[in-house]
């Protein structure tokens, strides 16, 4: 595909009850909040992922991964271009200049959506 592959972003808080709440030395939970997140491509292709971010473990928050998400990952992926019909080395190669960000970043749950 030339120019670019993707034409569209979506990034929404969601909030799920747990039937069992659960406790660890480092929070308790009766609920999970999450983000969900929906990328479009030009070709009409769709693709979803979800973040799970954890002060704890990440040093994320939703707020956060919601802005990285937005400022950063969403700018960066719309000036990438993906070959036509890429398989998923491919596409992963495409796509390894953003990891490496988020990874210098330390910003594992933005990416991981």
């Known amino acids: 595909m030339d120019?670019?592959?993707?034409?569209?972003?979506g990034v929404w808080r969601a909030v799920f009850r747990l039937r069992l709440p659960f406790s660890h030395h480092s929070a308790a939970r009766d609920r999970v909040e999450t983000l969900l997140v929906e990328v479009r491509a030009a070709n009409g292709g769709v693709g979803h992922g979800q973040a799970l971010p954890r002060a704890y473990l990440t040093g994320e928050s939703l707020g956060s991964v919601s802005t990285a998400i937005r400022e950063t990952y969403w700018p960066a992926l719309k000036k990438t271009a993906l070959p036509e019909n890429p398989g998923p080395e491919a596409a992963l190669a495409a796509l390894r200049?953003?990891?490496?960000?988020?990874?210098?970043?330390?910003?594992?749950?933005?990416?991981?959506?």
């Open 97 to 113: 200049p953003l990891y490496r960000l988020a990874d210098a970043r330390r910003e594992n749950a933005a990416w991981a959506a």
């Open 3 to 9: 120019g670019a592959a993707f034409s569209g972003i």
